[in-house]
């Protein structure tokens, strides 16, 4: 079973960059998709982004596609999500999990979440 230790998170402006980790501290993310969530206050927890350890496969919710790059370090056993160009709508806690399923877009189907990491962005 996967353990994972989300990291990176911080207060920034409109415009600035931050890059997440999502480092496995216990087990590896073989065969398995990791997915970066989001939850801001009074919202739901959304797919930001997954990528399938295996294969390098990557999703993008829209509202994240060209500012945001997921990306996997094999030697590390780390995820990573790269943030630019961020916006005040970034807010939220972010989270990271894994699942069996492949490239899951809801989140009963992960498991093995992190504590997350508060993400703020001021315009």
């Known amino acids: 079973q996967v353990q994972v230790i989300e990291s990176g998170g911080g207060v920034v402006q409109a415009g600035d960059s931050l890059r997440l980790s999502c480092a496995a501290s216990?087990?590896?993310?073989?065969?398995?998709?990791v997915g970066w969530f989001r939850q801001a206050p009074g919202k739901e927890r959304e797919l930001v982004s997954s990528i399938n350890w295996n294969t390098g496969t990557t999703y993008y919710r829209d509202s994240v596609k060209a500012r945001f790059t997921i990306s996997r370090d094999n030697v590390k056993a780390t995820v990573y999500l790269q943030m630019n160009s961020l916006k005040p709508e970034d807010t939220a806690v972010y989270y990271c999990?894994?699942?069996?399923?492949?490239?899951?877009?809801?989140?009963?189907?992960?498991?093995?979440w992190g504590q997350g990491t508060q993400v703020t962005v001021s315009s």
């Open positions: 999990a894994s699942t069996w399923q492949g490239l899951q877009s809801v989140p009963n189907k992960y498991a093995n």
């Open positions: 216990r087990g590896i993310f073989y065969n398995l998709a």
